[in-house]
């Protein structure tokens, strides 16, 4: 063998390995979409949904993102402010600018029902319990406005998770039916059929566990802001009552009415 085709075969022999090689590498990339194209049609329908519940989950968590930070920072800046004013009417008149803090909205409505039982010159306890109830229901609305949309959360983490199991048993079948059809039940006749079943699964956990993770995290910061509230109420409360019952505007650190 003379040195010039000692050369020509091994250049063949390394371009076909580096083109088997090049083929895997694309067959891996490409496999779990081949998987998902080759699916039946229910699997593929059941992916959609799956994908569908994926794709809103996400916008909610990205919505609930802003909303949360925005409604944080703006309820810290709204009580550093409550305790550094001197005037609640001056605090009230600026109140717009904290946006939509849950704890401004709720002195706003306090604030607002503390000058109508002045006007009606209501007795002590039955002004503070007016307040106290509009406080309270203020309070629960601003929880009900920032846990809008997290059950969606809760239960795409509940149920994506069977709804890609269900893709797979059905996809399992259609593999054990095809066996029936052909008379073979071997490795190679079983894998293909399983392995495009088991993706929706694989899509139902990717579906729940993004979900479940970030309405746990966002349902704590909901608990935070509403411990935030209750105690403004309490220390709102307090106020009002040690002003009624001097008749005198407070003292002190307390801001005056």
């Known amino acids: 063998m003379t040195p010039l085709s000692l050369v020509l075969q091994l250049g063949q022999v390394t371009g076909s390995a580096v083109t088997e090689v090049s083929l895997a590498g694309n067959y891996v990339e ?8 080759r699916a039946g049609p229910m699997v593929k329908t059941i992916m959609a949904i799956l994908l569908l519940a994926s794709v809103v989950s996400w916008c909610i968590v990205l919505f609930k993102f802003f909303q949360f930070g ?32 849950p704890v401004s909205q709720v002195f706003r409505v306090g604030y607002q029902e503390l000058g109508r039982v002045h006007k009606a010159k209501l007795e002590m306890r039955p002004a503070i319990d007016n307040v106290e109830r509009s406080l309270k229901r203020t309070a629960t609305a601003e929880s009900t406005r920032l846990f809008k ?5 809760a239960s795409c983490g509940n149920a994506t998770p069977f709804i890609g199991l269900f ?4 996809g399992i079948m259609g593999s054990f ?3 029936g059809l052909k008379g073979s039940a071997n490795l190679a006749a079983v894998a293909p059929g399983i392995s495009e079943a088991l ?10 566990i993004p979900a479940v993770i970030f309405f746990n995290y966002y349902n704590s910061r909901l608990r935070i802001l509403e411990t935030d509230m209750h105690n403004f109420m309490s220390d ?5 009552e040690r002003d009624l019952m001097k008749n005198t505007t407070p003292t002190g650190g ?3 009415f």
């Open 149 to 153: 949309y997290l059950p969606f959360l």
């Open 30 to 37: 490409s496999d779990i979409l081949t998987m998902m194209l």
């Open 70 to 101: 925005k409604a944080s920072k703006n309820s810290a800046k709204f009580l550093d402010d409550f305790w550094k004013s001197r005037s609640l009417a001056t605090l009230y008149s600026e109140s717009s600018n904290y946006g939509l803090s």
């Open 254 to 256: 307390s801001p005056e």
């Open 236 to 240: 709102f409360i307090n106020i009002l």
């Open 177 to 179: 039916h095809e066996i």
């Open 199 to 208: 993706v929706a699964t694989a899509a139902g956990l990717a579906a729940a």
């Open 167 to 170: 893709g797979t048993v059905w």
